[in-house]
């Protein structure tokens, strides 16, 4: 077995836990400094938008040319419009010329400009020319699904848990959307309808993230209130590390492909298309993985902890941690074992109600589970008695 492995087997059983909702103002201020860089980034920098949404013409050259990328940049830097030109040289050996921010006519009228510089004729030159109205268009459909989905899943978060994990889950969302578009705009790569399709499918892995420790932690909680050995806080933190590495198996996972794709597609291959998908993937993945372990459960936890009912759960913990510990400090001054001691005090009405955490997987300060002896021995099974009805008789049997 693994070391890996083996620690993904202890984290569940609750014999190793991290304290990530505990620690939750270190997360949150790393996450306030990247957020507020990412701003600052898109503020200075601004979006790269593509002739997709800011219309514009593309020329392709022929296949397997032998003009170099600062070649063709100096050759044709007279003939633009005024506009600036990205030039890419793709794995074909052929030369994508983009020129943004063009009119149909200016596209028609600097095609065989642009052939002439390189040598070429004009009909050896494929021209993708897309008007400002169309751009316009496509960036309104992509902010409406943008929008669309996030209400949607606000909706389902609301529906299939509760409001405060919905409000959670949108925040970690918003958190992952702006960490990515911010890293865009530092890069300066284009937005693109590849970029659009990546940012909808790290929304769905980062959501897919949180969806899975709400769900247990949904499950753990249940009957909280009738026991006072944990906080909701421990309970969620319980829940965290028990999916820590099934989630970060996901991720890497995800992330193997998507790096092959930026690293070696985009930037080896020079696959234009590639980069602008894959940077949101490798930027938004990571960011989506962070959130659901750093972001989402510790928000989940502070929100639920403001309730009146956790409160009075919050102090009757303490004030029971706060009494075995008076109780063990007592138990070590007369030369006792503490963990004797304990399991020697009468039993209180909470024994029987901390079979709930117990059951869905919550284990105690010493990684036994809540409501089980101090010795380690099995919980004794409450039976009922047996009656003597066949005392006496050879096979025990009515007559």
Request: hydrophobic letters at 45%; glycine letters at 10%.
């Amino acid at each position: 077995m693994s070391k890996l492995s083996e620690l993904g087997h202890r984290l569940h059983r609750g014999e190793v836990s991290y304290d990530f909702v505990g620690k939750r103002k270190i997360w949150y201020g790393f996450s306030i400094l990247v957020t507020v860089v990412a701003i600052v980034g898109l503020a200075v920098n601004g979006l790269k938008l593509g002739i997709d949404f800011s219309g514009g013409a593309v020329f392709n050259t022929p296949k397997h040319s032998n003009i170099s990328v600062a070649e063709a940049q100096s050759r044709i830097s007279g003939d633009t419009g005024g506009h600036d030109a990205t030039i890419q040289k793709l794995g074909n050996g052929s030369l994508r010329i983009q020129i943004a921010d063009l009119s149909t006519d200016e596209s028609k009228r600097l095609q065989p400009e642009i052939a002439k510089d390189l040598g070429l004729k004009s009909q050896q030159i494929d021209a993708e020319i897309i008007g400002p109205s169309w751009g316009k268009q496509i960036s309104n459909k992509a902010l409406e699904g943008l929008i669309i989905f996030l209400v949607l899943v606000v909706i389902y978060l609301a529906i299939a848990f509760e409001w405060r994990m919905a409000l959670a889950a949108l925040i970690a969302l918003l958190h992952d959307l702006t960490i990515t578009t911010g890293v865009y705009a530092l890069v300066g790569f284009e937005v693109s309808p590849g970029t659009v399709i990546g940012l909808l499918t790290i929304l769905g892995y980062s959501l897919y993230d949180t969806v899975v420790v709400f769900d247990g932690l949904k499950e753990a909680s249940k009957d909280i209130t009738r026991q006072s050995r944990f906080t909701y806080s421990d309970i969620a933190n319980r829940s965290l590390n028990s999916t820590l590495v099934r989630s970060i198996n996901t991720t890497v996972v995800a992330l193997l492909p998507v790096a092959a794709l930026l690293f070696i597609g985009g930037g080896i291959l020079g696959a234009g298309v590639l980069n602008d998908i894959a940077l949101a993937l490798f930027i938004g993945l990571t960011a989506g993985a962070y959130s659901s372990i750093f972001i989402a459960t510790p928000l989940v936890a502070e929100f639920k902890e403001r309730e009146p009912q956790m409160r009075s759960l919050r102090k009757r913990v303490l004030a029971k941690r706060a009494s075995d510990a008076a109780k063990a400090a007592q138990a070590a001054a007369r030369g006792e074992d503490p963990e004797d001691a304990e399991s020697a005090d009468t039993p209180d009405a909470d024994d029987d109600e901390d079979a709930a955490p117990a059951a869905a997987g919550v284990v105690g300060p010493r990684g036994r589970a809540a409501g089980s002896s101090a010795s380690g021995s099995r919980p004794v099974r409450n039976q009922p008695n047996r009656t003597n009805r066949g005392r006496g008789r050879p096979s025990g049997k009515r007559r």
